[in-house]
């Protein structure tokens, strides 16, 4: 059993957790993932490490409620425990010999940026973080961005906090005045690191992806993250769990791996929703 030590809500829909998983907090790097079940006949789901703290024996996870098992797992406090909590897992995002890096985060996918910005910073990298949102009022972890970066742009899609517009304006612009980056690392939907890695190409600027599909054991035994990369003029399946889950953004099938994100979508919702009735008849109906 993993004891929540403490919580926090980021925004109405995304909460942070510090877990306490002391053989976790000694091994995880950034880039890396743990996978857990809420209780015992919970599923598993893959979860990024968002920070660790080796001294206190703790990690930090963050993560939308979007289906059941975030919603269980967004009904826990502080004191109370989940069943399993196994990693890291997955390889550590490539971070060694970069010199100038554009870090760009969309959405909730900010939780797994932030780390890797944090890891390049400390190794003395020059950073450049651009993060998105749709509205002010889903904005995570701006300040902790500005800690670790040597410049930050905060893009809003309605224009309600920071610049107006997606995070492809202004790495477009910055790409277009001349800037030669070693390496943009994107980290968000599908549609928006498709979009930054179109924007990158004309320019021959390397992308790496983080990429986070479908996934159940975490040992690449499912098949159920599996990836199309095209690579040396071949089609190659690789597996996010034990191959990634950063991977270089030119060779992914982005439109393949849409079509097999929305496949569970319904069911995703549907079980989200018997999951909070649950919780509403237990309480009487409140």
Known sequence: MYK???????????????IEAPLVARKAKAGQFIILRVDDE????????????????????????????????????????????????????????????????????CAIAM???????????????????RSKDLLILEDEFKKCSDS??????????GRHGNVTVPLGEMLAAGEKFDMIITIGPLIMMKFVTLTAKPYGTPVTASMNPIMIDGTGMCGGCR???NRDGKRITEFACVDGP??????????????????YADFERKAHEETCNLFKNAKGGK
């Not at 929540?4 to 510090?18: A, G, H, S, Y």
């Not at 390049?120 to 651009?130: D, E």
């Not at 030119?250 to 994100?261: K, N, P, Q, T, V």
């Open 4 to 18: 929540i030590v403490r919580r926090k809500n980021l925004n109405p829909t995304v909460t942070q957790m510090e």
């Open 42 to 109: 919970g599923e598993r789901i893959p979860l990024t490490v968002a920070g660790v703290n080796p001294a206190e024996g703790t990690v930090k996870i963050i993560f939308q409620i979007v289906g059941a098992t975030t919603e269980k797992l967004n009904r826990k406090n502080e004191g109370d425990f989940i069943t399993d909590f196994a990693g890291p897992l997955g390889v550590p995002t490539h971070i060694e010999g970069l010199k100038n890096v554009c870090v760009v985060g969309g959405g909730v996918g």
């Open 115 to 133: 780390p890797v910005a944090a890891a390049l910073h400390a190794q003395g990298t020059r950073v450049t973080s651009i993060i998105g949102f």
């Open 152 to 161: 930050l742009t905060v893009m809003t899609d309605d224009g309600s906090y």
């Open 227 to 229: 990836l199309t990369l």
């Open 246 to 263: 950063d991977f270089n953004a030119y060779e992914i099938d982005f439109d393949e791996a849409m079509s097999r994100g929305r496949m």
